[in-house]
């Protein structure tokens, strides 16, 4: 019970850290669950669909700066407790 005492505490305060906070918006986090697919399309059909994907830009999508390293070190320096 302590030791999920104590991960609750780093859960939360993890959260509630303004830089947390800044970087889960500029990942963009909340957009994971959205879904994306169209009704009745799944991976299989968009892999039989070659311009469903073709014109998408991967490069500009990949460039975007979305800080995954960054929030991954925050989360990684809250559990260890050093924020």
Known sequence: ???YLLL???ARAFREDPE???????CQVDG????TLFAGENARSLLIEP????HHDFVAAGSGGYEFA????????????AR
């Open 70 to 81: 960054h929030l991954g070190q925050l989360a990684i320096a809250h559990l260890l407790g």
């Open 32 to 35: 994971l669950a959205v879904h």
């Open 8 to 10: 609750k505490e780093r």
């Open 20 to 26: 947390v906070c800044r970087a889960v918006a500029v």
């Open 51 to 54: 311009g469903a994907y073709h």
């Open 1 to 3: 019970m302590a030791t």
